[in-house]
């Protein structure tokens, strides 16, 4: 006599196509459409904008690629300072190429200021980014008893506005 079981997804076969539920909650959260990646001349940044990249072209979202030019104390913020803008261009150029890429639009955006952490954070601010992509290389720390990545990813991650992904990177020795 057979008996007429309730068909459960633990009873379907390995070859059934099964649909993934909708996503609800955090994972809703996950869906980032603003990332913010500052950048710098080094392996750290490009695999930082690579991951963005990767991120943004799963979601159709979009990427600030921001470059901090440092001015020292003793000038003004508007001293004309080529040597470090003309890296900048380059670099922000190379964002737009791997954002191209990977098909993601990338707006390049140089900034003057004191301290890049603090520039980071009121661009993420100013700009409702939904999370920071930050390449550090990462330090030695038997030559240093303080933090890992330093004093830049340290004010980023104890100021952001949203979250924050650090991208590690060993330095070449």
């Known amino acids: ?82 040597a470090e803008e003309a890296l900048a261009n380059r670099e922000l150029d190379e964002a737009r190429a791997i954002g191209a890429s990977y098909g993601v639009t990338v707006i390049p955006r140089l900034v003057r200021a004191r301290n890049a952490g603090a520039a980071i954070v009121r661009e993420a601010e100013r700009r409702a980014s939904e999370i920071i992509v930050l390449g550090a290389p990462r330090k030695d720390l038997s030559h240093r008893k303080r933090a890992i990545f330093g004093r830049t990813v340290d004010y980023v991650l104890k100021n952001a506005p949203c979250r924050v992904l650090v991208t590690a990177v060993k330095e070449a020795a």
Not at 36 to 61: F, K, M, N, Q, T
């Open 1 to 82: 006599m057979p008996t007429t079981a309730t068909t459960s997804s633990a009873q379907k076969p390995v070859t059934a196509t099964v649909k993934a539920p909708p996503a609800y909650g955090p994972a809703l959260a996950l869906e980032y459409r603003r990332l913010l990646v500052p950048v710098l001349e080094g392996r750290a940044s490009d695999e930082a904008l690579d991951i963005a990249a990767g991120l943004a072209a799963e979601r159709g979202a979009q990427i600030t690629a921001v470059y901090v030019v440092e001015v020292p104390l003793d000038q003004p913020l508007s001293a004309d300072l080529p």
